[in-house]
């Protein structure tokens, strides 16, 4: 079936660091790649998405290319601030799928200053 | 925008009782989907409901029962709560279709069964 795999946490690094997490999927047609994050007793927030191969989605300084040759949708930040610190959560969905996500199990980011 | 609103924000209930969860969508979103978050785990889909039917389910016993409601709010009930239903539950809204869009999702409420 449909699933996700993420690196496992917790990933830490020191302020200004270049953050790399690692998500790849396994899908049966061609979904779309979302990225989630969650803050400490919070809901998850969208933070970038990609609908379709070669497709980049950026937010707030984070970048995943959505790779379909290699089934990966790798999140990306140049320079990460404390204020990042939080889990990130990989998800996939598909109109023909009752558009239900499928995350993987998150990774939790923590950075020092 | 006002947002995804869920409601309580926390319960504790007893083994054997009933719960309602309640979620109001963010404005113009006609689809919405309840997921249950264990600790330390990824959300997992209950079910989706689009228009006020059910549009799809995940594998979760009948005792997860939905409605939505003509202002595409919704709510998510529970029957005969075992322990294992301890979780956050989140309720997430979207403009149809969700995969171009993605979901907004709710502060989630967290549900402590004893």
């Known amino acids: 079936g449909d699933s996700v795999t993420q690196m496992e946490g917790p990933v830490t690094l020191s302020e200004e660091a270049f953050l790399t997490i690692n998500c790849t999927y396994t899908?049966?047609?061609?979904?779309?790649l979302f990225w989630y994050v969650q803050y400490p007793g919070e809901g998850l927030q969208l933070l970038l998405k990609?609908?379709?191969?070669?497709d980049k989605g950026s937010n707030k300084g984070f970048e995943a290319t959505y790779r379909k040759e290699t089934t990966s949708f790798h999140l990306e930040k140049g320079s990460v601030q404390v204020s990042d610190s939080a889990v990130y959560f990989c998800?996939?969905?598909?109109?023909?799928?009752?558009?239900?996500?499928?995350f993987g199990t998150g990774t939790r980011l923590q950075v020092f200053p | 925008e006002t947002g995804v609103t869920q409601s309580p924000t926390h319960l504790i209930k007893t083994r054997g009782q009933q719960v309602t969860l309640r979620c109001s969508s963010q404005s113009g979103h006609n689809t919405v989907s309840w997921y249950q978050q264990a600790l330390g785990q990824g959300p997992q889909f209950i079910f989706q409901?689009?228009?006020?039917?059910?549009?799809g389910r995940g594998n979760f016993p009948p005792r997860f029962s939905g409605l939505q409601f003509p202002n595409y709010s919704s709510e998510l009930n529970v029957n005969a709560l075992e322990l294992d239903d301890s979780a956050l539950y989140l309720c997430?809204?979207?403009?149809?279709?969700?995969?171009?869009?993605?979901?907004?999702f709710g502060s989630g409420t967290r549900l402590t069964v004893v």
């Open positions: 997430a809204s979207s403009p149809y279709p969700t995969e171009n869009y993605g979901y907004t």
């Open positions: 990609a609908t379709k191969a070669d």
């Open positions: 409901y689009y228009r006020e039917e059910e549009n």
């Open positions: 998800a996939l969905t598909y109109s023909y799928n009752t558009d239900k996500l499928i």
């Open positions: 899908a049966t047609g061609y979904p779309s």
